[in-house]
């Protein structure tokens, strides 16, 4: 199942104004490590629907989210709940650290 | 021998940086009716001077006030200290444990005397007393309280505009004067090298454990008045639309959306109609779904206290904020806001005791965020940075007085640096020299006398304690000048002054392939250095790391490189700007010498000499500036209406304060009571 690509203003909507808890994927397209973590996370995607929001930027063409998170390199895994930032993983990461954070940000 | 005290209760009211001849000015014009309370009730000299120690730097002469003792004595010779590693650089020195001289405030609470030490950037921190009866925050740096340890994110100005698309975040950007804070290229105001734990590196933890800084001063662009008069901030522009999404915004408000932390915080605010259907506030939100704002901004009123989650590196926590609107379009089509940097409300690791600052912040309020942005845009002068001062001293006041009142301290030693802070980024201003010709000295001449009148108002909260039985001094460390020229590269407080020392061939820095200097000495080829405010050092073999001078050639070379100092002559005015130099064995004349004072002391000339800590402190300066520390002294064991003609030093401060409790001379005292001011004879 794909990820969402969020530009700037959808980012604002989804991530802030809805308060939906999300994860959003900072990747490139020709950066290997992201052409391993997408799929990995489009393959978790299903198993969160309606509890937990995938979503992705896509960091050359929106160059301003990236350098507004102060981001170095991707890909970067960044979590949100409640309109408010809840922490990244970075770089190549397991299925389970994603888990994790999952967990952990949405309290459970 | 054992002596009657002239008082019980004495408060130091510390004012860095404060000039008795500028402040004259002001009271000739009758607008330091407070200064002129304690002068009328009091004793001074005529020129209300105080003969500052040598170097006219923080550290040392609040060391100096605090010891009685030379700088050469109390071993705090500069802002920084000589790195005992490296020629080139300097360590931390706002360290009691450096300073090789009794601190008075040791004698008063062993003596029983409830005292406190509040903010002293010289040999305060951490306490050297177990006595119960002291108490000691901060002092690690010379700005405000907690302002070294606590900061969690930068100050930031939010513009936001219907024509803004999207939301845009510029970290640190060197703003040049009068460009109005629109993201046009984002890639161009980036800059990789901006350091943003410069506090941290400062005074932090890193620095006070004593690790190396190594700051070169090669020309003009690396001297502290033009780095100073830079203002960098986290610039945000945010679009402003229809408010849409939010819980309970009212009708007609518009948001747009603030980013702090980094760029990882994100808050949405709302600008509000009055009745008449004007914009008139702004309200800034957790998230679109809160019910209540954190705060309700109003037009030209500055709030602090503002509590709000702050997130650096990845920690969130609880912080306070001050905040502004700079403009507000009526109409609802532009809005400028202002938010300082924020403050980690939790950290007390720099009170002793830990109980005060729960009492403080109780009973008074949260430290409230100081501005450091200003320099050469008036606008933010005027806006941010005056009042954010102007509202950190009356916090700081009510601190003192709270602790006065409710909490029964008995001597109080306190310091604030409001003028220190605008001078190093404005006074040069103060003069149009042609590198700031874009700028007026009207503007800036009205900013000194903005901050040397909150500073009266700051007085004024203190006069009452006169008719409380206190005695009550008004000190400072070292005036600034005004500058006549701009200074040569040379004894500038930061580092490594290459320039003067090259041109001299004493220093070599290497080349790159066009033969211009790059920023590393050249060790084999080098003789000596210029570092810190005053000092020479030698690189003599044997006694530093690369030493090429035989320690048998020594005096020889000292003796050239003095007539060389002399003999140079500024090339932008051909006039000769080394004002004296003495050998260290020499420099026990002004109480510079020993092993922190270098090879050679050396100081520049009237005239040539930068804000303070280069010159002697009889310097003089434009618009009335001088380097001369003030002293003032008031209230129960002063003479009344008195003025002395007495020379009254620096290093008399502490043993007066000594007579007047009745205590003994701190250990390594220098200095003489001022006896000639005391009500009784001693």
Not at chain 2, 48 to 76: D, F, Q, V
Request: proline share 5%; glycine share 8%; aromatic share 10%.
């Amino acid at each position: 199942m794909s990820l969402e690509q969020l530009n700037s203003n959808r980012f604002e909507e989804i991530i802030y104004d809805n308060c939906e808890p999300s994860l959003v994927i900072f990747s490139r397209k020709d950066c290997h490590v992201c052409k391993e973590i997408v799929p990995m996370l489009e393959e978790m995607k299903p198993q969160y629907e309606g509890k937990f929001g995938f979503y992705y930027v896509d960091v050359e063409e929106d160059k301003t989210l990236f350098q507004r998170f102060s981001l170095k390199g991707v890909p970067q895994v960044l979590f949100f709940r409640e309109g408010e930032y809840r922490g990244k993983v970075a770089g190549k990461v397991e299925e389970e650290s994603i888990e994790e954070k999952i967990a952990e940000v949405l309290g459970v | 021998m054992k002596r009657t005290a002239l008082t019980q209760k004495l408060l130091v009211l510390g004012v860095d940086g404060m000039d008795p001849r500028i402040s004259q000015k002001f009271l000739a014009e009758g607008k330091m009716p407070n200064l002129q309370k304690f002068i009328e009730r009091g004793s001074a000299r005529k020129d209300l001077h105080l003969l500052g120690a040598i170097p006219t730097i923080t550290p040392p002469c609040w060391t100096t006030l605090a010891t009685g003792a030379y700088p050469g004595t109390h071993g705090i010779t500069c802002y920084w200290r000589q790195s005992p590693e490296s020629l080139d650089a300097v360590v931390y020195n706002m360290d009691s444990r450096n300073c090789t001289a009794e601190q008075i405030w040791n004698i008063t609470s062993e003596a029983g005397l409830k005292t406190l030490v509040w903010h002293w950037p010289g040999s305060s921190w951490p306490p050297t007393s177990h006595s119960e009866n002291l108490s000691v925050v901060d002092g690690t740096q010379p700005g405000s309280v907690n302002m070294g340890v606590a900061q969690l994110d930068w100050e930031k100005v939010i513009v936001a505009t219907p024509d803004i698309k999207e939301v845009r975040y510029a970290p640190r950007v060197d703003k040049p004067a009068g460009v109005g804070c629109i993201i046009a290229d984002l890639e161009g105001t980036l800059d990789n090298e901006v350091d943003d734990e410069m506090m941290e590196l400062w005074w932090g933890d890193t620095a006070r454990e004593g690790g190396e800084i190594r700051t070169y001063v090669m020309d003009d662009e690396d001297t502290e008045v033009v780095i100073g008069s830079k203002v960098a901030y986290d610039i945000v522009n945010s679009p402003l639309k229809e408010a849409t999404g939010w819980a309970n915004a009212p009708e007609g408000a518009k948001e747009f959306t603030i980013l702090t932390s980094g760029g990882v915080m994100r808050r949405p605010a709302l600008i509000l109609k009055n009745e008449a259907g004007e914009y008139d506030r702004v309200a800034i939100y957790k998230n679109k779904k809160a019910e209540a704002p954190i705060v309700t901004l109003e037009r030209d009123i500055m709030v602090t206290g503002i509590m709000d989650d702050v997130t650096k590196k990845e920690v969130t926590k609880p912080a306070c904020r001050s905040m502004k609107i700079l403009e507000l379009d009526s109409a609802g089509n532009k809005v400028r806001v202002w938010i300082s940097n924020a403050l980690d409300i939790s950290n007390d690791q720099l009170w002793h005791q830990k109980s005060l600052y729960k009492d403080v912040v109780n009973n008074v309020g949260q430290v409230p965020p100081v501005s450091l942005i200003g320099g050469e845009d008036d606008e933010l002068v005027h806006e941010i940075f005056e009042p954010s001062w102007a509202i950190y001293d009356k916090w700081q006041a009510d601190c003192l007085n709270y602790c006065i009142k409710e909490k029964g301290y008995d001597v109080v030693f306190s310091h604030l640096h409001n003028i220190d802070c605008a001078g190093h980024q404005l006074w040069h201003l103060g003069k149009t020299l042609p590198p700031w010709d874009h700028t007026d000295e009207k503007t800036f001449q009205g900013f000194i006398e903005k901050f040397y009148l909150q500073t009266d108002d700051y007085l004024g909260e203190f006069l009452y304690l006169l008719d409380e039985g206190w005695t009550v001094l008004v000190v400072s460390d070292h005036g600034l000048i005004v500058g006549e020229n701009v200074p040569p590269i040379l004894g500038e407080y930061g580092g490594l002054n290459t320039k003067v020392m090259e041109d001299l061939g004493y220093t070599v820095m290497k080349k790159d392939e066009n033969g211009n200097s790059i920023r590393e000495v050249d060790w084999e080829k080098t003789r000596a250095v210029q570092i810190r405010s005053n000092y020479i050092y030698l690189n003599i073999k044997g006694r530093d790391k690369y030493g090429i001078v035989d320690p048998k050639d020594q005096y020889d070379l000292e003796e050239q490189l003095i007539s060389d100092l002399y003999n140079y002559r500024d090339d932008r005015t051909g006039k000769r700007v080394v004002g004296i130099c003495l050998r260290n064995k020499d420099a026990v004349l002004i109480g510079a010498n020993g092993p922190e004072c270098g090879d050679i002391f050396f100081s520049i000339e009237e005239g040539y000499n930068r804000l303070h800590g280069d010159s002697i402190s009889t310097s003089e300066g434009y618009f009335d500036s001088s380097v001369s520390p003030i002293f003032v002294a008031a209230g129960s064991g002063i003479k009344s209406a008195f003025t002395t003609d007495r020379t009254i030093r620096q290093v008399d401060v502490a043993p007066s304060i000594s007579v007047l409790l009745g205590l003994r001379y701190p250990a390594q005292c220098e200095g003489a009571p001022i006896y000639q001011i005391f009500s009784e004879e001693i």
